[in-house]
């Protein structure tokens, strides 16, 4: 049996306290491939790597199961604030 995105956003939400957590399964419900979008304060002062670092370890269980695992983003909560503005100044122009 596979993991799940209910498993693989609780592990996230419970150990990195995220502002914002997308996970998308795309095994076709297997749950051996996710997408994973996160904004957490944990990101503060961190290098994408030690990022990416920090998701995998906070996955370590469920990443016995997964295959591949795509982080698309790694965000601090201040880097997540001006993406939002800057794409709502897109949409706006």
Do not use: Y
Not at 46 to 63: P, S, Y
């Amino acid at each position: 049996m596979g993991v799940t995105k209910e498993q693989v956003e609780s592990s996230l939400t419970s150990k990195l306290k995220p502002l914002h957590l997308e996970v998308i399964d795309t095994s076709g419900g297997c749950g051996a491939s996710f997408l994973i979008e996160i904004v957490s304060e944990q990101f503060e002062g961190k290098r994408l790597l030690e990022r990416h670092r920090i998701v995998n370890a906070a996955l370590e269980e469920e990443m016995k199961e997964i295959h591949a695992l795509s982080i698309r983003k790694a965000l601090t909560p201040e880097q997540w604030k001006q993406q939002q503005e800057a794409e709502k100044s897109k949409s706006d122009a």
